[in-house]
Each structure stands twice: as structure tokens, then as C-alpha cells.
């Protein structure tokens, strides 16, 4: 008896007051989101023998700068980058952004960066730190950046920075 | 009607060619393509699709108008407020998911929000709203509020392994800029108006997408990490992006590179 009537209550209650809320995908993304969030801006001291006139880490650095990921870059890879069976390692893909010496399809939603050592280096507006932090987390001089974050994400390794740094304070 | 918003969408397009002259990534061949495709949208067979989907597993128009309580002449503008709170769904719902309520309603097993058939069968619902306006009203109650919020701070996030967030590429400051040959569209209502124009056939793709779907090619590409469709995140950046783009036509399905 006491069944019969719970059942039709329940039933009676899903007739007058439909409830789809448990019937629809809505999958949670709030942990996802977390785990994945920038973390704060971090000043970095460039660490020593950073810069260098190193051809083989130039190199390197110009390939960083120019592709997006191993799976599309290239199948010449400069000596000392190693790429892990089966794995995709991520680029700096800078020239999204910016223009530079031999840019292919360079952006322009960052400075153009072409002709980088005289405008900037030699005129002495600009220093080797610099441009280490800008690459390695640009938001310390410009918290709003549209830029991306390099070091702080783990993205790149010190050593690479600064291979990256190199490349872009070098004469081309 | 339809027309008017075709030309208009090719007008911008060759704005954004000619802003970005040899930048810019469509060959000769993709623009003749693109001028084609505006003819004969590849997508207009899918919606077709769409359409007798939801007339076996919604009751077509007359169901979805019965399902919503209102009249069928009431529809497109119904339409053109999503998403919205609905009350029996407790939150604020796409019109993808109000589609799943109802086919669960009607006896049949829901399509998944990712399955072909359910970009089919939303399209075509939303395309009964050609021509309309969209009308979100963020402010009609707490969780539109809420929801609003949380698309907006989703849009601002900074996260992945880049630090990038939507907002880094979307701000009305780098519109127009380019990003790797491609110019940085404006999503509002007065550029792509993306809401009024996803789901859209995406010829990179060769396939309908909707508009979360395009939110989560971007989260691809720009490393963030890809949520789930249907997540109040990806309800939120819906609602975020509609209201960007409150009072454009829609025009469903749009084309897009």
C-alpha cells in the first residue's frame, strides 16, 4: 500500500514537474580549468654564460622561434634538439606574432622585431635581462601582455630561453 | 534576406583581404572556393538533415514549440534568446542540450552534444530563427547573470602552455591584427558576429561545427586545455560570445575558412 502510493507520488511528480537537468550531458570542467591556470608573474635573473655567439644554440633558438610544434616543422632539425619517439614537443611559434628576418607569414600582433640588435641593443634602450624576462614571462613590465609566457608555463627550459634570447639579440 | 548576409559576410571578408594583402593565407583557388560555397553552402544538406532528425525525434517544429510552451509563430524568437534558463532543466541551457531534454522526453536516448547528428539537428533548429535577431537577455535573472560570468572570466582566463587566453587574441585592440597569416577576426556584431553565424560549415575542416566546437578548435590550437561540450563553462563563453554579437541576424549555416 504504502509502495503504491510513493510510486504514483513519484510518478505524479515527474508528470506535473519535469526535471531534465540529470537527463542532459553537462560535464564538469571547473578541474580541468584549475589545473591548467597561469601562474603568477615571476621575475627571472638571467642565469650566466646565458648569451651566447654559439652557432649551434642560435640555431636552435631560430628554430624555436620559427615553428609552432615537431609534428609541423621540418623534418631538419638543428643539432642538439631531440624530439622523443612518438612525442610532439611545442615551439615558440614567435612568428605568429611578430616579423623578423626571414619571418615566413610573420604576424604583426607583436612588434616587429627585424633589425632587433641595432634598433634595440646597440641604441642601448634595451638589455640582454630584458629580454631574457620578456620571453621568459613577459607580463613583468606589461601585466595586460597579449604575449605568450614561456618559462613560467614550463613551457621551455632556462637553457632554451636563453637560446631563444640569443637568437633574437643576434646579427642576421 | 539570406542573400543581404552573404554579401555582407564576403564584403568583410574582402576587407580583411585587402587589410592583410599578401599576408594573407587564402590562395586565388580557396577565395574562388569561398565564392562558390556562398552560393551553395556544403552545409545546407546537413541542416536538411537536421531537419527530419528532429521531426522523428522531436516532433519537429510543432513539438519543439509544445516542448518550450509556446506557439509555433513564437519560435525564432524563442530562438533567438538562446541560451537560456529554463526552469526544468534547472540551469542555463544550450539550445543543443533543451534538444536533448526533449528527444529524453519523447522516449529516445539523447544524442551526444559532440555527434554529428545532434550539430545536424541544432543547426537546423537554430536556422528556424534565420533572419531574427539575437535577443540573449543577460540580466532576465540570477543564473543568466551567473552564467555571463562565468563566460566572461573563462573568455579572460590566462592558462595552457602558453599563458594565452581567449581575450589575448579577441580584444577589440588586436582585431584585424594578424596571427600567423591569419587576421584576428572581430566576434562582435560588428564583424563575424560569431554567434549569428556558427554552426557553420568550416571548409578547413570539410564539416558543420557549431560554435562550442570552434571554442575548443581554438583552445586546441592556442594550447589551453579543451572543455568539454555542454560544461556551464562552455554554456558561459555561448552566452558571452551572444552577447558580443546581441542583435545581429542570424544566418545559419555560415561559412567559414
Redesign the interface.
Known amino acids: 500500500m504504502k509502495k503504491t502510493v510513493m510510486i504514483s507520488l513519484l510518478v505524479s511528480a515527474s508528470l506535473f514537474?519535469?526535471?531534465?537537468?540529470s537527463?542532459?550531458?553537462?560535464?564538469?570542467?571547473?578541474k580541468?580549468?584549475k589545473?591548467?591556470?597561469?601562474g603568477k608573474a615571476t621575475v627571472y635573473t638571467m642565469p650566466k654564460d646565458c648569451i651566447t655567439t654559439d652557432k649551434d644554440a642560435i640555431a636552435r633558438g631560430a628554430y624555436i622561434f620559427h615553428n609552432?610544434n615537431s609534428a609541423q616543422a621540418g623534418s631538419t632539425t638543428p643539432k642538439g634538439i631531440v624530439i622523443k619517439k612518438g612525442e610532439t614537443k611545442?615551439y615558440g611559434?614567435c612568428?605568429?606574432?611578430h616579423n623578423i628576418e626571414k619571418a615566413q607569414?610573420?604576424?604583426?600582433?607583436g612588434p616587429d622585431l627585424t633589425g632587433y640588435k641595432a634598433m634595440f641593443m646597440d641604441s642601448g634602450v634595451r638589455d640582454n635581462q630584458f629580454v631574457f624576462q620578456k620571453i621568459a614571462d613577459p607580463r613583468i613590465d606589461n601585466e595586460n601582455t597579449?604575449m605568450?609566457?614561456?618559462l613560467?608555463?614550463?613551457?621551455f627550459t632556462p637553457k632554451e630561453i636563453c637560446e631563444i634570447t640569443s637568437y633574437v639579440i643576434s646579427t642576421k | 534576406m539570406k542573400n543581404t548576409i552573404k554579401i555582407a559576410l564576403s564584403l568583410a571578408l574582402v576587407c580583411s583581404l585587402s587589410y592583410a594583402s599578401e599576408?594573407f593565407?587564402m590562395s586565388d583557388a580557396d577565395r574562388e572556393m569561398y565564392a562558390e560555397m556562398l552560393e551553395d553552402n556544403p552545409a545546407d544538406i546537413m541542416v536538411a538533415n537536421g531537419g527530419e532528425l528532429l521531426e522523428e525525434f522531436c516532433g519537429g517544429e510543432a513539438g519543439l514549440a509544445a516542448f518550450f510552451k509556446i506557439s509555433e509563430d513564437e519560435l525564432p524568437a524563442y530562438i533567438a534568446g538562446f541560451p537560456r534558463y529554463?526552469e526544468?532543466?534547472?540551469?542555463v541551457?544550450g539550445l543543443d542540450?533543451a534538444l536533448?531534454?526533449l528527444m529524453?522526453?519523447n522516449g529516445h536516448k539523447?544524442f551526444?552534444?559532440k555527434s554529428s547528428d545532434m550539430f545536424d539537428m541544432g543547426s537546423y533548429a537554430k536556422s528556424l530563427a534565420n533572419g531574427v535577431k539575437l535577443q540573449i537577455d543577460i540580466d532576465a535573472n540570477k543564473h543568466m547573470k551567473e552564467a555571463y560570468a562565468l563566460g566572461k572570466l573563462?573568455f579572460e582566463?590566462?592558462?595552457?602552455?602558453?599563458?594565452?587566453s581567449c581575450l589575448?587574441?579577441h580584444?577589440p585592440?588586436?582585431i584585424g591584427?594578424?596571427?600567423?597569416?591569419q587576421p584576428?577576426p572581430d566576434i562582435g556584431s560588428n564583424g563575424n558576429a560569431s554567434a549569428a553565424t556558427w554552426p557553420a560549415y568550416r571548409m578547413t575542416k570539410s564539416s558543420l561545427r557549431t560554435l562550442q566546437r570552434r571554442f575548443q578548435g581554438c583552445m586546441n590550437n592556442a594550447?589551453?586545455?579543451v572543455?568539454?561540450?555542454?560544461?556551464?563553462?562552455?554554456v558561459g563563453l555561448e552566452v558571452y560570445f551572444t552577447q558580443e554579437a546581441k542583435g545581429s541576424e542570424i544566418a545559419i549555416p555560415g561559412l567559414k575558412r
Open positions: 514537474a519535469a526535471d531534465y537537468s537527463v542532459i550531458e553537462k560535464p564538469n570542467a571547473s580541468i580549468i589545473e591548467d591556470l597561469l609552432l611545442q611559434n612568428v605568429a606574432c607569414g610573420g604576424g604583426n600582433v597579449n605568450t609566457v614561456n613560467t608555463t614550463k613551457l | 599576408q593565407a529554463l526544468e532543466f534547472k540551469q541551457v542540450q536533448q531534454g529524453h522526453k539523447p551526444a552534444l573563462t582566463q590566462k592558462r595552457g602552455s602558453r599563458g594565452l589575448s587574441c580584444s585592440q588586436v591584427g594578424i596571427l600567423r597569416t584576428l594550447l589551453l586545455a572543455i568539454p561540450l555542454g560544461s556551464p563553462e562552455m
